[in-house]
T-cell receptor
Framework: AQTVTQSQPEMSVQEAETVTLSCTYDTSESDYYLFWYKQPPSRQMILVIR??????QNATENRFSVNFQKAAKSFSLKISDSQLGDAAMYFC?????????????FGKGTHLIIQP | KAGVTQTPRYLIKTRGQQVTLSCSPISGHRSVSWYQQTPGQGLQFLFEYFSETQRNKGNFPGRFSGRQFSNSRSEMNVSTLELGDSALYLC???????????????FGSGTRLTVV
């Protein structure tokens, strides 16, 4: 079974600075997807960024980028120029070969605090 | 384009009762997944429906069940409620239920169930 571990229950960063959230995972599959989801107080999970395991290039979405190290099974999220609206719970998630049929496996989450 | 709609938003039930939660996916999405979110266990996969068929179920007792209708709307039912069933129940939809598209899953805002 796959596992996803987020070792930082809470992170704090000053507005406009850069913060990195960590995620490690364990799997025996070679073809999978990894995600970072954001959950603000509104409760809706919002997709931040997605990485396909067979792509060596790290995914980037505006201020959000990942450092995907497949051999190390590490998938960290870097948020540049942090904004107050970035404050939320962030979840790392894994999708295996069977996709939706097996559901996503989530980490326990990191609570990101943005200090003005 | 309407998002994923979950009703009701909040629900309070008594131990031993049963409850039904509803999820309307994005138009055109045929796969609906359900997740339970609690502070202790985090996000856990309940089950996934595609074309009215349950394709997989997570590690939950038989008290948790669901169904999907021909219009892709889904309901989940919990019978003989226990205090430990208090949680946020999230629904997610995707186009075909296999490997997700670049947009990943689209989540609803959840139903907050409190069992007293």
């Amino acid at each position: 079974a796959q596992t996803v571990t987020q070792s930082q229950p809470e992170m704090s960063v000053q507005e406009a600075e850069t913060v990195t959230l960590s995620c490690t995972y364990d799997t025996s599959e070679s073809d999978y997807y990894l995600f970072w989801y954001k959950q603000p107080p509104s409760r809706q999970m919002i997709l931040v960024i997605r990485q396909e395991a067979y792509k060596q290039q790290n995914a980037t979405e505006n201020r959000f980028s990942v450092n995907f190290q497949k051999a190390a099974k590490s998938f960290s999220l870097k948020i540049s120029d942090s904004q107050l609206g970035d404050a939320a719970m962030y979840f790392c998630a894994y999708e295996g070969r069977r996709g939706g049929a097996d559901g996503l496996t989530f980490g326990k989450g990191t609570h990101l605090i943005i200090q003005p | 384009k309407a998002g994923v709609t979950q009703t009701p938003r909040y629900l309070i039930k008594t131990r031993g009762q049963q409850v039904t939660l509803s999820c309307s996916p994005i138009s055109g999405h045929r796969s609906v997944s359900w997740y339970q979110q609690t502070p202790g266990q985090g996000l856990q996969f309940l089950f996934e429906y595609f074309s009215e068929t349950q394709r997989n179920k997570g590690n939950f007792p038989g008290r948790f069940s669901g169904r999907q209708f021909s219009n892709s709307r889904s309901e989940m039912n919990v019978s003989t409620l226990e205090l430990g069933d208090s949680a946020l129940y999230l629904c997610a939809s995707s186009l075909a239920g296999g490997r997700t598209s670049e947009r990943g899953y689209t989540f609803g805002s959840g139903t907050r169930l409190t069992v007293v």
